[in-house]
Structure formats: structure tokens, C-alpha cells
């Protein structure tokens, strides 16, 4: 079964902090990977999306890819009170369909 | 630019009942995908529907279906309602068909609809 695995947390990281997310998937043929973000109350909201292996990185957010390990992960830089949410990750399979993490809830400290 | 439309937001049903929620996608969108969120199962893909045919389907009994019509808009309707299918259902909306297309998996989503069952 494909599956997308992220720790559920909570991670608590003190503001101004660097939060490290992270996500690993099973299945070898994956080829997409995004970062939701999804307040309590709210719907998921893309942060972004990454394609190739290395670094991509969107103002405090970066996105960190390693195909061969199976792991896509995502800093946040100068964590804020307002980076305080639940952080999922999706990854298309072989066929292109997404699969869906859990999610981690991230706090951060004030 | 609208975003994504669903309702209604809240509803609330009893058991045995059957209930249809609604969702316009962003003007343009032609791929409609439904969730269901739960706290103990996270997002569960239902279905995803572009130019008014059903492309996937999750893992979910047949009570649970859809439809879209030409304007893209689309419905779902659980028949049958059991207290297992309280959640939030999301609708999501994106360009085109799930797929290659690097952008065909970037998806915006609704609000939400959440379903209580009593």
C-alpha cells in the first residue's frame, strides 16, 4: 500500500526558530510533492510544491527533496506565532494520484 | 478572482437520511476532487471528476457518489447516512486531470461543508 508517513507532533519550536518538517513516502515512482497548510477550522492551503531532487525555497519557506532517500521535507525560517498549524504533505504515486500524509501540528512559541 | 464554493458550510442529518453538498470550482477549473477529513483518517480521497466524467475513486462504499456537470460544478451525495460519516467534506479544484501536467496537481480548495449525523 502506498502510504505518506509524517510525524503527527505536536513539534514545538520557539519563534524566530528554524521548523524542520518532515515526510517520507513508499512509493519509488513518485514524482510531485507539495506542502499543505491548514489552520484549525480552515482547508488546506498549498505553500508549494517541489519536483526535482535539492532545495527550492519561497521566501521563509524551503522545500527539501531526496528521491534516492524517499524523504521531502520542509524549513520554515523565523518561525512565527502565525506559522502555528497543522502541515501536510501530498506526493503523486506512479499514477499520479495523490497521496495524502497525516499531517504534523507545529506550535510555535511566542 | 472567486475562490472555491461549497455548501452548505453546516448541516446536520440523522441516520438513514441522504444528504447532497455542492461545490463550484475557481472559473477555469476543470477538475473537481472530493475529501473527506476526518480526525483519525486525515484527508480520504473520495473522488475526482473532469469533464463531467468520474477520472478516480477512492476507497469508499458505494453510498458515497458524485457528478459534474458541464460548467464543471459539481455534487456529491452520500445516501444512506451513518454516524461514521460525520467530517468535513472538502472540495478541492484544479486546472485540468490529475496527472503528468506538472500543474495538473496543485489544488485549491473550498471551505469545506461539515456533516454532522445524529
Known amino acids: 500500500q502506498k502510504e505518506v508517513e509524517q510525524n503527527s507532533g505536536p513539534l514545538s519550536v520557539p519563534e524566530g526558530a528554524i521548523a524542520s518538517l518532515n515526510c517520507t513516502y513508499s512509493?519509488?515512482?513518485?514524482?510531485?510533492f507539495f506542502w499543505y497548510r491548514q489552520y484549525s477550522g480552515k482547508s488546506p492551503e498549498l505553500i508549494m510544491f517541489i519536483y526535482s531532487n535539492g532545495d527550492k525555497e519561497d521566501g521563509r519557506f524551503t522545500a527539501q527533496l531526496n528521491k534516492a532517500s524517499q524523504y521531502v521535507s520542509l524549513l520554515i525560517r523565523d518561525s512565527q506565532p502565525s506559522d502555528s498549524a497543522t502541515y501536510l504533505c501530498a506526493v503523486t504515486d506512479s499514477n499520479y494520484q495523490l497521496i495524502w500524509g497525516a499531517g504534523t501540528k507545529l506550535i510555535i512559541k511566542p | 478572482k472567486a475562490g472555491v464554493t461549497q455548501t452548505p458550510r453546516y448541516l446536520i442529518k440523522t441516520r438513514g437520511q441522504q444528504v447532497t453538498l455542492s461545490c463550484s470550482p475557481i472559473s477555469g477549473h476543470r477538475s473537481v476532487s472530493w475529501y473527506q477529513q476526518t480526525p483519525g483518517q486525515g484527508l480520504q480521497f473520495l473522488f475526482e471528476?473532469?469533464?463531467?466524467?468520474?477520472?478516480n475513486k477512492g476507497n469508499f462504499p458505494g453510498r458515497f457518489s458524485g457528478r459534474q456537470f458541464s460548467n464543471s460544478r459539481s455534487e456529491m451525495n452520500v445516501s444512506t447516512l451513518e454516524l461514521g460519516d460525520s467530517a468535513l467534506y472538502l472540495c478541492a479544484s484544479s486546472l485540468t486531470q490529475q496527472g503528468r501536467y506538472s500543474g495538473a496537481n496543485v489544488l485549491t480548495f473550498g471551505a469545506g461543508s461539515r456533516l454532522t449525523v445524529l
Open positions: 471528476y473532469f469533464s463531467e466524467t468520474q477520472r
Open positions: 512509493d519509488r515512482g513518485s514524482q510531485s
